[in-house]
């Protein structure tokens, strides 16, 4: 098991080096830089920035020299937030106020949203198969799948927060600002988790094990929580990880709705800006993230099902 | 069973009446209603995007400045915009746009990833697996970021936007077909090809392609929804059609500032939004169950 995640964790680097190396060159290739601006800055000056920056150098120094300071867990300078570090912008502020930290935290409680209300759905709807109340679920849960979030999110702030005046339009700080986030956040998560666990446990009631235990006179409880539960949720989990990186990383839509003082505005205001490092920033955090959780996933399968076994 | 999967590729070369198994397919179809409210739904778009200026009761740029903001009534059914521009009329024309990207970001990451995992899936071994571990670098970006890198690299204009939300989405296709292709290589009937004397692209072109027709479709169709949605994504946040075309993200993202007084200028574009990937949802669930027993047993 620990070869394995050490293993996996060697896997990480060529990965990682893959993805800066394709946005670096991505990202020289876009025209236009940090300091093009609608009236050209003095040439004098402007060769001051890029000799401040290494601009001036050739591409594959700037890149090493990047490489480098990740090493050191430095993301470098931002070309829009002057004087700020992009460790400054995405993680600086404290604890619980930093962007990211805001960002996984709405986050977190959207998957929990999503897992809390998604697998007991999909449950219920494959053990209540082709009755009213599976057509019912499974037709909310094709909306949800649906609705685009910032659709539903204005929509949400239209009936709760204008019309009825329940709860607060937007911002971040208080447990009632995290409501409708959450909600808009997790629904499409929670409708998709709800399907996929409704499939995979409709495939394993039909497996022989869960007839030996019906043969053996368990009740049909016993049978569900203690033989198909467990089995059933390993599609769940495998979708979990991806699901945890793009909702913990921050979502552009739910942050630009609902004012949140996230990161998830960076991964579109970044390229627009052209600050070159909040992009390298922004793409390796999401990347480390979510080889991350991916990791964490397949540990969780040996778990959940003792059959599977690394080596 | 080899008969049979043949029979999908050419049914004149069968002997029996071609009751194919796409005729059943058709009418397991036909029995799901939802699928059949969905493909109708979708009909009724491809007919609007069709005939828009014929559809629609006034053009998208017509503007009535004595008639600004006005909610909905009999003149217009949907009430008109901040310029007097008729809402529905700009839904309609609307339409072209989702099925534009939903035609073009299509066929785009078909393209790529048929191309690629054919090729992975065909070669297979060292090849396969250097190939594959590169599909796994792609997933590793974040999709918007990565869309709207490529958009820039691309430079402006409408097919490049939706170019660039196809470039971004042809890993699944190819983990798909390159799955496909390794089983399907294996089968007798390839053998049997090979053993003729058939060259490699003739087996792929008619062995291979036509048997993994089945799962391409039904990805390529439940893939849809969310092209239209990254579509709607970049125009509300003023990155895809530029106005005054009106495309649905953009009219929600315009009507969102105002959406105290004049609630309808939200409510019906994300309406046309939210209808469309149900649609297209539904006839992919229905595609999916319709062929999925077809499909049985072949991979």
């Known amino acids: ?311 | 069973m080899a008969v049979r999967e043949r029979a999908i590729a050419r049914p004149i070369e069968l002997m029996r009446p071609p009751t194919s198994l796409w005729r059943d397919a058709w009418n397991r179809l036909l029995r799901n209603k939802m699928a059949v409210t969905g493909g109708t739904f979708v009909l009724i778009l491809l007919f609007c995007a069709a005939f828009a200026p014929w559809v629609a009761p006034y053009h998208y740029k017509d503007t009535d400045f004595r008639n600004t903001r006005k909610p909905p009534s009999w003149e217009h059914i949907m009430g008109t915009d901040k310029l007097g521009r008729d809402v529905f009329s700009r839904i309609i024309w609307g339409t072209r746009v989702s099925i534009v990207v939903a035609i073009v970001g299509s066929l785009t990451s078909l393209v790529i990833g048929l191309t690629y995992g054919a090729i992975s899936g065909y070669i297979g071994g060292r090849v396969d697996n250097l190939m594959m571990r590169f599909v796994d670098v792609m997933y590793a970006f974040p999709t918007l970021l990565f869309i709207i890198l490529v958009m820039v690299v691309l430079g402006p204009g409408l097919m490049n936007v939706f170019i660039a939300i196809g470039i971004v989405a042809w890993m699944g296709i190819a983990r798909l077909v390159r799955g496909q292709f390794l089983s399907l290589k294996e089968k007798e009937f390839t053998e049997a090809a090979r053993m003729v004397g058939a060259r490699d692209i003739r087996i792929i072109t008619r062995h291979l392609l036509p048997n993994s027709i089945g799962p391409i479709i039904i990805a390529i169709t439940l893939r849809i929804p969310h092209l239209i949605l990254v579509e709607a994504v970049l125009s509300f946040i003023g990155l895809g059609v530029p106005p005054p075309f009106p495309s649905w993200g953009q009219m929600v993202s315009e009507g969102w500032r105002g959406m105290k007084a004049t609630p309808h200028l939200t409510i019906f574009p994300g309406l046309a939004i939210s209808l469309t990937m149900l649609a297209f949802n539904f006839l992919g669930d229905g595609l999916r169950d319709a062929l999925d027993p077809l499909m049985r047993g072949t991979s």
């Open chain 1, 1 to 311: 098991m620990l070869k394995y995640i050490v293993r996996r964790t060697f896997w990480l680097i060529p990965v990682l080096l893959m993805v800066s190396l394709i946005t670096f060159t991505a990202m020289k290739l876009v025209p236009g830089g940090p300091f093009t601006r609608e009236k050209p800055l003095p040439p004098k000056i402007r060769a001051n920035l890029e000799a401040k920056y290494h601009l001036d150098e050739p591409t594959w120094k700037q890149y090493l020299r990047y490489l480098w300071n990740l090493l050191h867990f430095d993301l470098g300078p931002s070309y829009k937030y002057y004087g700020r570090t992009i460790n400054d912008v995405m993680f600086g502020g404290g604890w619980l106020k930093a962007p990211a930290s805001v960002s996984a935290q709405l986050g977190l409680i959207a998957v929990l949203v999503a897992v809390g209300i998604g697998i007991p759905m999909g449950i219920i709807s494959a053990l209540k198969q082709n009755t009213w109340i599976d057509y019912i679920a499974m037709f909310i849960s094709m909306l949800g799948v649906s609705i685009p979030n910032f659709v539903l999110g204005l929509l949400l702030i239209w009936i709760f927060a204008v019309k009825l005046g329940w709860l607060p339009v937007a911002r971040w700080g208080s447990p009632s600002q995290v409501v409708l986030p959450a909600i808009t956040l997790g629904t499409g998560g929670t409708a998709f988790i709800a399907r996929l666990t409704r499939a995979s446990m409709l495939e394993v009631i039909r497996q022989d094990y869960i007839r030996t235990a019906r043969a053996k006179g368990l009740k049909e409880r016993a049978v569900i929580v203690g033989h198909a539960l467990k089995n059933s949720l390993i599609p769940v989990t495998t979708v979990l990880g991806p699901l945890m990186a793009a909702w913990m990383t921050g979502s552009f839509l739910v942050e630009h709705v609902f004012a949140i003082p996230g990161i998830g505005k960076f991964f579109i205001t970044s390229v627009v800006d052209r600050d070159y490092t909040l992009i390298m920033g922004t793409i390796m955090f999401y990347a480390v993230f979510l080889a991350i959780m991916n990791i964490l996933v397949d540990i969780s399968y040996a778990f959940i099902d003792p059959r599977i076994r690394y080596e």
